[in-house]
């Protein structure tokens, strides 16, 4: 932050503010100033000129300073997406609105308007613009997701900001909106100023239910008489870090509302038996080596999980030919492997980190995909991507197999698994060298220990296999295999 004749610039990367109070004591103690924010060094909340060229937006902000306060934990806490399937277009910063209605005009109107509500309430308290009164100002999405925040400006490419740093800069914004009010007469400028500092002012059960999604019923049959700080296991009063590195509130986000509270609190109690939180110096080397790395340049992220294979794998010295062992690299890293009945097979498995693990525990649960070799190793391979660059970014203390993940990520995660295990030019080397579709198929299966599926899309995404055989393994893609089936709650899907 820099101060100069009251005039405060605040920066992180990829925000920008710049706040003026008022220049008359009078204005400036009802909240009048001028400023403008900038994403990505354009300009979005000016009030005039070009976004190249902006000259700042001069109005009353005690407005956007009442919206912060009460919305404080909410943009602070990482919190679940309202609906699994709005995760993604909100996420992108496109048009959310019209995909929610183009669902809802196909559904029942008590459902969709149920469904309308859980949007609206979270979009307000996500949307820094629905703090301006009388003005018509771009739409501006804050969403934590781990150690970062998305920042989506409606209709534009969201704009990836370290959460610390972007922190920061609201807070200041915030803190240069109040100074303005402290020696204000004004009741309305008292009750924003005492909403202000008492922000932070959050008891326990809140911050669980924001963190979690879950609602106090369902809270109470899990915590099953214990309060917040043992059954959760932090300070009546915790802060941030506490937070962004608890696993079970991690896990219990992920696995809201595809569990019952009964098993969501089996499955916690099992997280609960981990091991706390130690160093792993050759994980931790590893993961910081890739994260340099130019798989993030990738367009797609399908695309960053093959590079980000390849970097791995040149890393450990293996080449496109040779197999890639799940197990060794995992008790070479240090990272425990566990296999629990969780009780449901909704969930493959979880990954965990932060105040527990690092560590991995996988369903033992009969008839899902990793009761069988094939699908173990792959649920391994997911779970490394994770550990390996997502636990220092995107994901905060866990990842749930199976549970609520935001698509892009977990579509990394499956590409870098499949590259990992079965790269693509060992896919297009045997089916290439192999009389036929389905002897190439075997081959790789026996050589590389991956399912049929896994083998039928590494070739198709290697571009060795004629048209027609693309046909054919997009149409055995699209069956459900035994190992893929699962029931949820009586009905039977694939995976």
């Known amino acids: 932050m820099r101060l100069t004749n009251g ?14 109070p008022d220049f008359s004591p009078h ?143 609201l807070e200041a914004l915030g803190e240069a909106i109040a100074a303005g009010l402290a020696n204000s007469a004004h009741p309305r400028a008292g009750q924003a100023l005492a909403a202000w500092r008492a922000r932070d002012r959050v008891d326990a059960r809140r911050q669980v239910a924001i963190a979690t999604g879950l609602d106090e019923e369902t809270l109470a049959v899990m915590q099953a008489g214990q309060d917040e700080k043992a059954f959760w296991g932090f300070n009546q009063t915790a802060n941030d870090e506490e937070f962004c590195a608890n696993a079970l509130l991690a896990a219990a986000r992920m696995t809201a509302g595809r569990l019952s509270p009964e098993r969501m609190a089996a499955i916690l109690e099992v997280l609960r038996g981990l091991p706390a939180v130690r160093s792993l110096p050759q994980l931790d080397a590893l993961g910081e080596r890739l994260l340099a790395d130019s798989w993030r ?23 496109g030919l040779s197999r890639f062992e799940p197990e060794h690299w995992l008790a070479q890293w240090g990272v425990p492997v566990g296999r629990v009945v969780f009780g449901t097979p909704v ?4 990954a965990v980190w932060g105040n527990r693990g690092p560590a991995i525990v996988v369903n033992d649960a009969p008839a899902i995909r990793p009761a069988h070799v094939f699908g173990y190793r792959f649920a391994l391979a997911h779970e490394i991507c994770h550990l390996l660059v997502d636990r220092q970014s995107a994901l905060p203390a866990a990842e749930v197999l199976g549970g609520h993940v935001a698509p892009a990520i977990e579509q990394r995660a499956n590409a870098f698994a499949a590259e990992i295990l079965l790269p693509r030019a060992a896919a297009a080397r045997a089916y290439r060298q192999a009389a036929a579709l389905e002897a190439a198929v075997k081959q790789l299966v026996v050589a590389f220990e991956v399912s049929r599926k896994v083998a039928k899309a590494q070739i198709k995404n290697s571009g060795a296999a004629s048209p027609e055989d693309v046909v054919q393994i997009d149409w055995a893609l699209q069956l459900p295999s035994m190992a893929d089936c699962r029931t949820v709650e009586g009905m039977t899907c694939g995976s």
């Open 297 to 319: 340049a990738a367009s797609t992220a399908h695309a960053q999980g093959y590079a980000l294979a390849a970097a791995l794998r040149g890393t450990l010295g293996l080449d």
């Open 27 to 169: 204005k400036a103690a009802c909240g009048w100033g001028a400023g403008t924010l900038w994403l990505n060094g354009r300009a979005i909340w000016f009030g005039g000129g070009s976004p190249e060229a902006p000259q700042p937006l001069a109005w009353t902000w005690i407005d956007l300073l009442e919206h912060l306060a009460e919305g404080w934990p909410h943009l602070r806490i990482e919190s679940p997406w309202p609906l699994d399937w709005l995760a993604e277009p909100m996420r992108e910063g496109g048009n959310f609105w019209q995909v929610a209605d183009d669902r809802w005009q196909e559904l029942d109107e008590a459902v969709a308007d149920a469904e309308e509500a859980r949007v609206l309430d979270f979009a307000r308290r996500h949307n820094l613009a629905a703090g301006w009164q009388g003005l018509n100002v771009p739409a501006l999405y804050w969403y934590r997701q781990g150690r970062e925040v998305v920042l989506c400006e409606e209709g534009q490419r969201p704009v990836v900001v370290p959460f610390s740093e972007a922190w920061a800069v």
């Open 7 to 20: 005039s405060i610039s605040m920066k992180a990367e990829g925000l920008r503010f710049t706040y003026q």
């Open 347 to 350: 969930l493959e498995a979880i």
